[in-house]
């Protein structure tokens, strides 16, 4: 199969396309998937770059990519929820199974979802990761609840523009803060109200929100925390920090002394469930993923390089072929 490999760390010119074996038969509760298309997450170029190398170790050649929308091939032992020919999209597991930037990939049936009609391959793919972290990290962290205010940073990002969707779709009231070319943008996509980050700082404003989901992590929780509902504002953040990790030991312990105000980390799971929450919404019109641009797997140097520009307005995804 054609897979898209790394033999060592470094720069976007260790990507190689080239012929690898075939994964092994479906084990139980598995699922071999044909790719039809992948997306790329700021994961897949840290782990290139060997930021990761300490808490992810790679055994070389490792394919990268977590993020997989394509067509079910066969199914292993105790799996009931697929079956051949079925269009699923979800994530894989890199470390056990390898990564998604392959033509063939195996996947643990609790970590994949029927791709709603309403999608193409190109846009599920843009799904999964981004989304399950905007949606675990306002409901399930954020505790985000109909009615509440919630603030977005970084609203025009792969999880960002899907944040403000999820959070529109729970029934807060959304303010977006991105840059000016992107805040039009934000705006179709249910804020009610817009911040350009170029000209005011959102935590140095005279307003207060229920749910703060930090989603570029540039602003700490010390940042953020005058800005938090005095009544239980959460602050969410996507990236582990030593000073966060002290944020939330703090704020877990100034809860049990009747404080609260909480900083929270997200960490993204792929659960089927939540998957076929995203699709289901996604069915109903009211979830989309942008897509900035669309790369075949040759030029998958491309399609890293653009992501970590910094500057994309929402996903970048792989085309199998």
């Given at each position: 199969?054609r897979?898209?490999a790394i033999?060592g760390y470094g720069g976007s010119d260790?990507l190689?396309?080239?012929?690898?074996?075939?994964?092994?038969?479906?084990?139980?509760?598995q699922?071999l998937v044909r790719?039809?298309a992948v997306?790329?997450n700021p994961?897949?170029w840290?782990?290139r770059r060997?930021?990761?190398?300490?808490?992810?170790?790679?055994?070389?050649?490792?394919?990268?990519?977590?993020d997989?929308?394509?067509e079910?091939?066969e199914?292993?032992?105790?799996?009931t929820?697929?079956?051949p020919?079925?269009?699923?999209f979800g994530?894989?597991?890199l470390?056990r199974q390898?990564?998604?930037y392959?033509?063939?990939?195996?996947?643990r049936?609790?970590?994949?979802?029927l791709?709603p009609?309403?999608?193409?391959?190109?846009?599920?793919?843009?799904?999964?990761?981004a989304?399950?972290t905007?949606?675990?990290?306002l409901?399930d962290?954020?505790e985000?609840a109909?009615g509440?205010?919630?603030?977005v940073?970084?609203?025009s990002?792969?999880?960002?523009?899907?944040?403000?969707q999820?959070?529109?779709a729970l029934?807060?009231?959304v303010?977006a803060?991105?840059?000016?070319?992107?805040?039009?943008f934000v705006?179709e996509?249910?804020?009610?109200?817009?911040i350009?980050?170029?000209e005011e700082?959102?935590a140095s404003?005279?307003?207060?929100?229920?749910?703060?989901f930090?989603?570029?992590?540039?602003?700490?929780?010390p940042?953020c925390e005058?800005a938090?509902a005095?009544?239980g504002?959460?602050y969410v953040a996507?990236?582990?920090?030593?000073?966060?990790i002290?944020?939330?030991?703090l704020?877990?312990?100034?809860?049990l002394?009747g404080?609260?105000k909480r900083?929270?980390?997200?960490?993204?799971?792929?659960?089927?469930e939540d998957?076929?929450l995203l699709?289901h919404?996604a069915?109903q019109?009211?979830?989309?993923p942008e897509?900035?641009?669309v790369?075949p797997?040759e030029?998958?140097r491309?399609a890293?390089?653009a992501?970590?520009?910094?500057?994309?307005?929402?996903?970048i995804?792989v085309?199998?072929?």
């Amino acid at each position: 199969m054609r897979a898209a490999a790394i033999d060592g760390y470094g720069g976007s010119d260790r990507l190689v396309v080239r012929e690898l074996p075939d994964p092994g038969p479906p084990g139980p509760g598995q699922v071999l998937v044909r790719t039809r298309a992948v997306s790329v997450n700021p994961i897949d170029w840290k782990i290139r770059r060997g930021s990761l190398r300490l808490v992810m170790p790679a055994q070389f050649p490792l394919v990268l990519g977590y993020d997989v929308a394509g067509e079910v091939v066969e199914t292993g032992p105790e799996v009931t929820r697929f079956q051949p020919g079925d269009t699923v999209f979800g994530g894989v597991d890199l470390r056990r199974q390898g990564g998604s930037y392959a033509d063939l990939v195996l996947a643990r049936d609790g970590a994949l979802a029927l791709k709603p009609a309403a999608l193409s391959f190109e846009e599920a793919a843009a799904l999964p990761l981004a989304g399950l972290t905007a949606l675990q990290a306002l409901r399930d962290k954020g505790e985000l609840a109909a009615g509440e205010k919630a603030l977005v940073n970084g609203a025009s990002g792969g999880v960002g523009h899907l944040a403000v969707q999820v959070a529109f779709a729970l029934g807060a009231h959304v303010t977006a803060v991105t840059s000016r070319r992107n805040l039009a943008f934000v705006q179709e996509l249910g804020a009610h109200e817009v911040i350009d980050y170029e000209e005011e700082d959102f935590a140095s404003r005279d307003d207060a929100w229920d749910v703060i989901f930090d989603a570029v992590a540039n602003h700490s929780y010390p940042d953020c925390e005058p800005a938090l509902a005095r009544d239980g504002g959460i602050y969410v953040a996507t990236l582990g920090s030593p000073r966060l990790i002290v944020s939330i030991g703090l704020t877990t312990l100034g809860g049990l002394l009747g404080q609260r105000k909480r900083a929270r980390l997200v960490v993204n799971k792929f659960k089927g469930e939540d998957l076929d929450l995203l699709a289901h919404l996604a069915a109903q019109g009211r979830l989309r993923p942008e897509i900035e641009e669309v790369f075949p797997l040759e030029e998958i140097r491309a399609a890293h390089e653009a992501s970590e520009s910094g500057h994309v307005r929402g996903k970048i995804v792989v085309r199998m072929g």
